[in-house]
């Protein structure tokens, strides 16, 4: 009898364990690091992350570190010392935060690396981004199809420059990386020309994605390698992101170009800058990456984790931080145009037409 008691008691733990509610938000709360404020896109990932967490019920520890490594450091060791339950870091430099996670690892603290993959840290528990290789392929494609390169021979080639961002910054690799694997087989046949000879990484980052470093770098190629509307011919820059492209625009803006002549130049994340040039005809297209949809599925993970379930993920075995395969959430990026961005920005509510005026 004692037995079948004791058999009784336990099947009525267990049912009670697995009808037991899911925990709530509470006043659990999550840090959120951001990069800088400098950048229109970070500002919305940020405000968007915030906006749906405190929804949720979190509450929300939002930083910025103005693109400053150390403060970056110290935002985060404040975020932990002070209680945060979860982390959602969107780093600076990729390689520079081994050390502070170490401590959100010894408190069993979650991190999420947020767009861009924290490396050589075996505390990253997750990583949310758009699919960052077919970036770079969307606007290496969009080049190949506009110059119409297929058709094209060593004897009528397409004059090209090219730009990526931050070395530090992993999603480098994917973003350039997936534009060469399209690019390169056109630059090693001679149907492109870059006339300055670099094709490297390391030749075309550009330091902190900074508008005013890729300007600087775009009027010496001019000056260089005599690029002008009526002289040596350039048809196309690719730019990895905006806040280059829109350095890019304005060299070539000086130098005389007008939406008549204007050079082929990408882009992405159609910061408002950018938009505006789609739509004057003075850039090319921008990639969307709608930063709703990536902050909305952070939140969804954040929310997993706070309350003990699986994090949704889509991904396992792409992102190798150094430590190990990343379990990643991929979202998908579409790229925007002259002709579709009203359907994309201002129908979607991203933003209104008076933004884009």
Request: charge should be positive.
């Amino acid at each position: 009898m004692k037995k079948i008691i004791s058999l009784v008691l336990a099947a009525l733990m267990v049912t009670s364990a697995f009808a037991a509610p899911k925990k709530k938000a509470g006043n659990v709360k999550v840090g959120v690091s951001m990069p800088t404020k400098d950048l229109q896109r970070w500002n919305q990932d940020g405000s968007n992350m915030k906006k749906s967490l405190e929804k949720q019920g979190y509450v929300v520890d939002l930083q910025y570190a103005n693109n400053d490594i150390a403060t970056q450091v110290s935002q985060v060791e404040n975020m932990i010392s002070t209680g945060c339950k979860v982390l959602v870091i969107a780093s600076i430099d990729g390689s520079a935060l081994k050390s502070v996670l170490a401590q959100a690892k010894t408190k069993k603290i979650p991190v999420i690396a947020y767009d861009r993959l924290i490396m050589n840290s075996d505390a990253v528990s997750y990583y949310a981004t758009f699919d960052n290789y077919k970036v770079g392929v969307f606007q290496g494609q969009f080049l190949v199809d506009k110059l119409g390169l297929d058709k094209r021979t060593k004897a009528n080639p397409a004059y090209m420059e090219l730009f990526t961002g931050d070395s530090g910054d992993n999603n480098v690799n994917f973003f350039f990386g997936g534009a060469m694997d399209i690019l390169t087989p056109y630059i090693n046949k001679g149907v492109i020309v870059i006339k300055s000879g670099q094709k490297t990484k390391a030749q075309c980052a550009t330091l902190n994605w900074s508008t005013e470093e890729a300007q600087k770098r775009m009027e010496n190629l001019i000056s260089s390698q005599g690029y002008g509307p009526t002289k040596q011919k350039l048809d196309a820059v690719y730019s990895s992101n905006d806040s280059c492209a829109n350095g890019i625009t304005n060299a070539l803006v000086a130098a005389g170009y007008t939406a008549d002549n204007f050079p082929l130049v990408t882009g992405q994340d159609c910061d408002i800058t950018s938009t505006k040039n789609m739509i004057k005809g003075i850039q090319a297209m921008s990639v969307f990456k709608d930063t709703r949809t990536l902050a909305s599925k952070v939140v969804e993970m954040v929310d997993a984790l706070c309350k003990g379930t699986q994090p949704p993920i889509n991904d396992n075995k792409t992102y190798n931080n150094g430590t190990g395969i990343i379990p990643s959430f991929l979202c998908e990026p579409v790229f925007a145009t002259k002709e579709n961005y009203k359907t994309l920005l201002i129908d979607s509510g991203y933003y209104t037409a008076k933004q884009l005026q």
